[in-house]
């Protein structure tokens, strides 16, 4: 499949990574950024442009992955050579399917993703919803290319990416902070560091994995951790006390007002 991609950011990276899994992607990538076309060069079945036109031209599918304020200008610059059949994809943090619709005319496949990190190590998750011009075979297109790079969820509703950049794209950064605070904690005992750092990372990797596998609630892993008048019981209680778990719910609910006032921000700029 022919396979274009707009920027060459860390998401972009990503993409070209999941898809030299397949060896049978060709794949057109543009930026303004010349030292970073120039270190694509080499890459198997990658391609490199300044033009963005051109990469619309040979592509059937296209990955929009400039930043927020970018997309309208690259949308005006390309409307044209986007015709029908062809498929775009926007990675662009608080821009609506409906923003980009306005840009670009209608009846056009547009699908609107949210992924996040991890994706560049293959590990990632990723949020998205096709517009109604997308056929079940665009969608099928689109999922055997961006999962790989990670789990890919459709969303129901517009209003769920906020809800997804929260949980899925802000939430890998709150939980290193965390392992940051047990890393401070463990130094604060004068515990080596890199044997604390691994420690630290086995310990959450372990436990994510036990309760994927095993499918037990949350709750339910603590139980079985705890003991009676022991230390599992002793943090809890504290973190009780503190009402750990308003502080998260709050931290994401943060996150996600943030993304609202991102997309109004985009639709005021426009208007």
Do not use: W
């Amino acid at each position: 499949m022919n396979v274009g991609i707009i920027g060459t950011g860390n998401m972009a990276l990503s993409l070209i990574k999941g898809f030299q899994v397949d060896g049978s992607h060709k794949i057109v990538c543009s930026d303004v950024d010349i030292k970073k076309l120039k270190s694509l060069k080499g890459l198997k079945n990658v391609k490199t442009t300044t033009q963005n036109i051109r990469v619309v031209e040979s592509s059937e599918i296209i990955f929009l992955c400039v930043k927020p304020d970018t997309v309208s200008g690259v949308l005006r610059e390309i409307k044209k050579e986007l015709n029908f059949s062809k498929i775009l994809v926007s990675i662009a943090a608080g821009v609506k399917t409906s923003f980009i619709q306005k840009l670009i005319g209608p009846k056009k496949k547009v699908i609107r993703t949210m992924p996040n990190l991890p994706c560049l190590v293959l590990k990632g998750v990723i949020g998205f919803r096709a517009n109604r011009y997308c056929t079940l075979k665009d969608r099928k297109v689109f999922l055997r290319l961006i999962e790989t790079t990670g789990k890919a969820f459709e969303l129901k509703a517009e209003k769920d990416f906020d809800y997804l950049t929260a949980i899925g794209g802000s939430g890998p950064a709150f939980l290193a902070e965390y392992i940051a605070a047990q890393l401070v904690y463990a130094k604060s005992k004068s515990l080596n560091e890199a044997m604390a750092r691994d420690i630290v990372f086995k310990t959450i990797l372990g436990a994510v994995t036990y309760l994927d596998a095993t499918k037990v609630s949350p709750q339910e892993f603590v139980k079985l951790v705890s003991s009676p008048g022991g230390t599992t019981e002793a943090g809890i209680k504290l973190l009780k006390n503190k009402k750990f778990t308003n502080i998260i719910v709050q931290c994401l609910d943060s996150a996600s007002k943030k993304s609202v006032k991102i997309s109004d921000k985009l639709v005021m700029k426009k208007n």
